[in-house]
């Protein structure tokens, strides 16, 4: 089992930044391929990025490539999410999930999320 709690989340103005932080609890974090998604009002849940259990590989959605950047640190068992240069369309609740497969279709395991709002 593996339990996620994001935090990070906020208000912040267009063009600003936020790091989002999703804690791992379980002695495995370093064995799981880890993801970031959003869901904003009325609309799917999304994929954002995914980092591989060694960080050596990443992908993003084409949405964000170039603003934000996936990283994590295994002995801390956390991943990140650095957002820069935020819009308006960023604004959605943010999970985290983990998945033993890299570029898994479904994820094993999600947190609560966290909510960021981007304003103009």
């Known amino acids: 089992q593996v339990q996620l709690v994001e935090s990070g989340g906020g208000l912040v103005q267009a063009g600003g930044s936020l790091r989002l932080s999703c804690a791992a609890s379980?002695?495995?974090?370093?064995?799981?391929?880890m993801g970031w998604f959003r869901q904003a009002p009325g609309k799917e849940r999304e994929f954002v990025a995914t980092?591989?259990?060694?960080?050596?590989?990443?992908r993003y959605a084409d949405s964000v490539e170039g603003r934000f950047t996936i990283s994590r640190a295994n002995t801390k068992n956390t991943v990140y999410l650095q957002m820069n240069s935020l819009k308006p369309e960023d604004t959605a609740v943010y999970y985290c999930?983990?998945?033993?497969?890299?570029?898994?279709?479904?994820?094993?395991?999600w947190g609560q999320g966290t909510q960021v709002t981007v304003s103009s």
């Open positions: 999930a983990a998945d033993q497969e890299y570029l898994a279709h479904e994820y094993d395991y």
């Open positions: 379980g002695r495995t974090f370093r064995s799981y391929a």
């Open positions: 980092i591989n259990w060694t960080g050596a590989r990443t």
